[in-house]
């Protein structure tokens, strides 16, 4: 049985995007808007992780149907004080965006946490995560090799991809 993804986007082009990456993948099915409760995976994407964005997320994670659901942050910025915070939101990858090409995000997707982390350690890990992602990014774009806006945009975005939860 595949496992379910909801694709929670601050905007419908990243949304959308996401949406169409996943399309067609075997082992995830994308669900609609209003079946996030019943997510596997919460795939998130937002140009900054604030404070109201934790809120939504520890929300969401109450409501949810399945206890264990997995989170990934996908985000251009994170202040250090949000990174640090990342443990307790059961968070199990955090990506910049700006390498959020879909080899990553499916990485993402599939990682797997501990469920004895704690949560300090997770946040750590998490931190580096981010880190070493946003390097990445740097490195790519300082290259030529990838735009900006390009990694989750690219690719045509079905009528159908284009509804999505916002933050």
């Not at 082992?27 to 109201?52: C, F, Q, S």
């Not at 995000?105 to 997770?122: G, Q, S």
């Not at 740097?138 to 690219?154: F, Y």
């Amino acid at each position: 049985m595949p496992e379910r993804v909801a694709i929670i986007a601050h905007d419908p082009i990243s949304g959308g995007g996401a949406a169409a990456y996943l399309r067609g993948t075997p082992g995830y099915a994308v669900l609609a808007p209003g079946e996030v409760p019943r997510a596997d995976i919460l795939l998130v994407i937002v140009p900054e992780l604030r404070e109201k964005t934790l809120a939504d997320l520890a929300r969401i994670r109450r409501t949810a149907l399945i206890p264990d659901v997995r989170t990934v942050l996908v985000a251009d910025r994170i202040k250090e004080a949000e990174l640090s915070r990342l443990g307790g939101f059961g968070l199990s990858a955090v990506l910049h965006r700006g390498s959020a090409t879909r080899e990553n995000i499916l990485d993402a997707l599939a990682a797997r946490v501990p469920a004895a982390e704690p949560e300090d350690v997770r946040a750590t890990r998490l931190t580096n995560e981010f880190h070493a992602s946003e390097g990445e990014a740097h490195h790519q774009h300082a290259a030529g090799a990838v735009r900006p806006a390009e990694p989750l945009a690219r690719g045509r975005v079905r009528a159908e991809d284009r509804h999505h939860l916002s933050l």
